[in-house]
Nanobody, 126 residues
Framework: QVQLVESGGGLVQAGGSLRLSCAAS????????MGWFRQAPRKEREFVAA????????NYADSVKGRFTISRDIAENTVFLQMNSLKPEDTAVYYC???????????????????WGNGTLVTVSS
């Protein structure tokens, strides 16, 4: 079992930046694939970004490529999502996710993921 706690959400103007953090505890953190999903009102939960346990493999949704950066600090058991050039359409609840068996390349499907945080709200005003 892995417990995930997100932080860093808030209200920001379009063009601004936010950094989300996800603190993990429980099973050996270093062997899990980690990532972020988001869910806007009245929409399906969608993949944002994923990072392999080593940090060497990354995957991004096309909508955030070039603007968002995922990273992880194994020593601190934390994964980050740096979000730059934010747009109103980035407004959503952002969820941290983790799985011990799913590879980065298969991390886009929410139903594949075992562990989830409770989410943190990001609101981008125009």
């Amino acid at each position: 079992q892995v417990q995930l706690v997100e932080s860093g959400g808030g209200l920001v103007q379009a063009g601004g930046s936010l950094r989300l953090s996800c603190a993990a505890s429980g099973r050996p953190y270093s062997r899990t694939t980690m990532g972020w999903f988001r869910q806007a009102p009245r929409k399906e939960r969608e993949f944002v970004a994923a990072i392999s346990w080593s940090g060497g493999n990354l995957n991004y949704a096309d909508s955030v490529k070039g603007r968002f950066t995922i990273s992880r600090d194994i020593a601190e058991n934390t994964v980050f999502l740096q979000m730059n050039s934010l747009k109103p359409e980035d407004t959503a609840v952002y969820y941290c996710a983790a799985d011990a068996t799913v590879l980065v390349s298969n991390f886009r499907t929410a139903s594949n993921i075992d562990w989830w945080g409770n989410g943190t709200l990001v609101t981008v005003s125009s």
